[in-house]
């Protein structure tokens, strides 16, 4: 017994020292999480919502309004669905791959960040175009969020080189491997629906998430997901693509940016922080063994709902919380005019909660 049992220990030490894996660990420094305190206090201001289905489908992760305050979500099987305000869903497009982030035009046309695919525009009556999926040879393989520009130029984020959804088992299980792995590989291109070329605005990013434009087209705001925190990124003047972080060190993971209204940029934190991850920031060596753990033996996200919204100098203006559910993984939040509603990583509903409801 003690024989096997010792081949047993053997063979997990051997497992976890030497078995191949794709993940090539970087030493980085991690800002010390100030936890749950200040405008982050914790709050269960978001327990109150309201969930509308869309059943059978699963994975609203990013949210869009139709001129008629009709919702736009993806789903992870591929579609591109429209809810209408009784909860009647239906199919616009099926798309493939898992679309991201969606961005409406004002011409109608969406435009659609497709992690495996690339980016994509869809017609108002459901036909689908693949605009960029390859750059300088290589491919977009993790489009994650879009946003349009006053002038009609595209904005959207590839947030790892690395690890490519399709192949490494679905777009979370891809962000858990290039966190683990902290090498910035991840871009920020733009797109010029005139000319359809595609330029890359900024790289070395460390997997870039959500994006906003500024209403006057001066600067955008991208969502640095591996640093916890928001870049202000000039779009304009004589420094275009000169980045600031407008935001750091949140209690959690930050996911989607949107633009709000009266000045408001929505921000869905899909996470709070990891002390164990945080704790290995300097220890590639250790970093690697856990990426070779089975996915359910590496560390979780805790179940928990988080979205603020801040404004244009970084102040946070709102702070919207939940441990009671009804959803969790919350990765963020667009304004309409009445309510505001809530996307999620899982599941087959959103969120919707009056704005007089946060007034209280």
Known sequence: ????????????????????????????????????????????????????????????????????????????????????????????????????????AGDGRIYVANAGIGLQRVTPDGKSQVLARRFAGAQIAYANSVAIAPNGLVYFTDSSTHFNPEKYGGTLEASVLDLLEHDPNGRLFRYDPESNEVDLILDRLQFPNGVAVDPSGEFL??????????????????????????????????????????????????????????????SPFLRKMVARL????????????????????????????????????????VEGATNLYISTLHGPEIGVIPKLALER
């Open 221 to 282: 705001l991208l969502a640095e997901t591996g640093h916890y925190r928001v870049l202000k990124v000039w779009l304009g003047g004589r420094e275009p693509g000169r980045m600031e972080p407008l935001i750091e060190n949140l209690p959690g993971f930050p996911d989607n940016l949107s633009l709000g209204q009266d000045g408001r940029y929505w921000l869905g934190l899909a996470a709070p922080r990891k002390a164990l991850l945080d704790s290995l920031d300097g």
């Open 1 to 104: 017994m003690r024989i096997l049992l010792l081949l047993l220990v053997v063979i997990v030490l051997g497992y976890l020292l030497i078995w191949p894996t794709p993940v090539a660990p970087k030493a980085w420094e991690a800002p010390a999480d100030p936890g749950y305190v200040g405008a982050h206090a914790r709050n269960e201001r978001l327990s109150s919502m309201q969930t509308r289905a869309i059943a059978p489908f699963l994975g609203p992760e990013a949210l869009a309004l139709t001129a008629d305050g009709n919702v736009l979500t993806g789903t992870e099987s591929g579609e591109l669905l429209e809810i209408d305000a009784d909860g009647k869903t239906r199919i616009v497009s099926r798309l493939g791959g898992r679309p991201l982030g969606l961005a409406i």
């Open 294 to 333: 089975p996915p359910v033996f590496r560390p979780q996200a805790e179940p928990y709902a988080h979205v603020i919204a801040i404004n244009a100098d970084g102040d946070v203006l709102t702070d919207l919380q939940s441990s009671l559910g009804p959803l969790y993984t919350v990765t963020g939040a």
